[in-house]
């Protein structure tokens, strides 16, 4: 080009950083590269950095369960699973309210069930309806909106639709990293970029969405069929460093939909996908169908592992890994093929 199409700059020019992990799969798979390089942490209450398990009424039961009632099924739901947290979808601001939205916090409470409340990121790129909008846009809005949360007795905010990749978006995402924070608040966001080792320099971000999570493929069959190869990728991929919010494990139905995979495909999930938070899928009605001893592993699975192992696994075909969490360690593999398959 001799030159022509290089940019000229007047002064010195920053880039961003680009990270490659090479090596073979288990260096790869058992690599923190991408989180070692993210600057060290900010200032957080250690009392309220609690990662968990959480119930979620929204994948399966989708708009229509944003009601007071179903949240506090849900919230019982959480309380006898021994999990962490409810959270409440979105328009919770028009279909419960405040004032129950707190009557909701406070009874969760007396079941050692925290509340986590989803918001709309608003702004011109986002048109959706959804419910709470044009809360978080401002440093006085945000302000006032924690303080408000804060009165409720929510625990954390899943914030959704953001717009792309550009500099102002993802000063965006900072300065609610950076608030959430100093409020005290834990963070999870959706319809998102990804977090490229947030969770290290902000720790109260406990998950990201950033990819096509379970909720994607409970709308059109087409999207369910091929789900086994996509989670059986997820590991050597998009969960290789940063916390990802998938959603797993449904042992029941999914409306209008047949399930492509099978329970132990399920199972496996819960171990192999890493979220600061597990927000899990399945519904009360589901889990009441599966033995006693799914049910107990999914109680007293750990809420944050120390140490990972790749023991076997081809991306988009099968994966085989082992977590430790003290002195405990879990090993779960998922098989998206069809036959069966040996691992030793």
């Given at each position: 080009?001799?030159?022509?199409?290089?940019a000229d700059v007047n002064g010195s020019l920053t880039t961003p950083w680009r990270v490659l992990a090479i090596g073979p799969l288990k260096t790869v798979m058992e690599?923190?590269?991408?989180?070692?390089?993210?600057?060290?942490?900010?200032?957080?209450?250690?009392?309220?950095?609690?990662p968990g398990h959480a119930s979620w009424s929204w994948a399966i039961l989708k708009d229509d369960a944003t009601v007071f009632d179903v949240q506090k099924r849900f919230?019982?739901?959480?309380?006898?699973?021994?999990?962490?947290?409810?959270?409440?979808?979105?328009?919770?601001?028009?279909?419960?309210?405040?004032?129950?939205?707190?009557?909701?916090?406070?009874?969760?409470?007396?079941?050692?069930?925290?509340?986590?409340?989803?918001?709309?990121?608003?702004?011109?790129?986002?048109?959706?309806?959804?419910?709470?909008?044009?809360?978080?846009?401002?440093?006085?809005?945000?302000?006032?909106?924690?303080?408000?949360?804060?009165?409720?007795?929510?625990k954390g905010l899943k914030v959704d639709f953001f717009g792309g990749d550009g500099a102002s978006m993802l000063a965006y995402y900072v300065d609610l990293l950076k608030?959430?924070?100093?409020?005290?608040?834990?963070?999870?966001?959706?319809?998102?970029?990804?977090?490229?080792?947030?969770?290290?320099?902000?720790?109260?971000?406990?998950?990201?969405?950033?990819?096509?999570?379970?909720?994607?493929?409970?709308?059109?069959?087409?999207?369910?069929?091929?789900?086994?190869?996509?989670?059986?990728?997820?590991?050597?991929?998009?969960?290789?460093?940063?916390?990802?919010?998938?959603?797993?494990?449904?042992?029941?139905?999914?409306?209008?939909?047949?399930?492509?995979?099978?329970?132990?495909?399920?199972?496996?999930?819960?171990?192999?996908?890493?979220?600061?938070?597990?927000?899990?899928?399945?519904?009360?009605?589901?889990?009441?169908?599966?033995?006693?001893?799914?049910?107990?592993?999914?109680?007293?699975?750990?809420?944050?592992?120390?140490?990972?192992?790749?023991?076997?696994?081809?991306?988009?075909?099968?994966?085989?890994?082992?977590?430790?969490?003290?002195?405990?360690?879990?090993?779960?593999?998922?098989?998206?093929?069809?036959?069966?398959?040996?691992?030793?």
């Amino acid at each position: 080009t001799n030159g022509h199409l290089l940019a000229d700059v007047n002064g010195s020019l920053t880039t961003p950083w680009r990270v490659l992990a090479i090596g073979p799969l288990k260096t790869v798979m058992e690599s923190t590269l991408g989180t070692d390089l993210a600057a060290p942490a900010v200032a957080f209450d250690k009392a309220k950095l609690k990662p968990g398990h959480a119930s979620w009424s929204w994948a399966i039961l989708k708009d229509d369960a944003t009601v007071f009632d179903v949240q506090k099924r849900f919230v019982d739901y959480a309380a006898d699973m021994g999990w962490n947290y409810t959270l409440v979808d979105a328009d919770w601001d028009r279909k419960i309210g405040d004032a129950k939205m707190k009557e909701l916090a406070d009874y969760a409470r007396t079941k050692n069930v925290g509340i986590l409340a989803w918001y709309n990121s608003s702004g011109a790129w986002n048109d959706t309806e959804y419910s709470p909008k044009s809360a978080l846009l401002t440093k006085a809005a945000r302000a006032k909106e924690f303080a408000r949360m804060k009165a409720v007795g929510v625990k954390g905010l899943k914030v959704d639709f953001f717009g792309g990749d550009g500099a102002s978006m993802l000063a965006y995402y900072v300065d609610l990293l950076k608030e959430s924070a100093q409020a005290g608040f834990l963070m999870n966001f959706h319809g998102a970029t990804l977090p490229r080792g947030w969770s290290r320099t902000y720790p109260n971000l406990m998950t990201v969405e950033a990819v096509k999570g379970f909720e994607f493929a409970t709308f059109d069959q087409k999207d369910q069929d091929p789900v086994a190869r996509h989670i059986a990728m997820l590991p050597f991929t998009r969960n290789l460093f940063d916390p990802m919010d998938f959603t797993p494990v449904v042992f029941g139905d999914i409306p209008n939909i047949k399930r492509a995979t099978r329970n132990g495909f399920e199972l496996g999930q819960a171990v192999l996908l890493l979220s600061g938070i597990q927000h899990y899928a399945e519904t009360p009605d589901g889990m009441a169908t599966v033995p006693a001893y799914v049910k107990g592993l999914l109680r007293e699975l750990p809420r944050h592992w120390d140490e990972v192992r790749f023991l076997d696994g081809e991306p988009g075909k099968f994966a085989v890994i082992a977590r430790r969490a003290g002195k405990q360690w879990f090993v779960a593999g998922i098989n998206a093929d069809e036959q069966p398959r040996e691992v030793s």
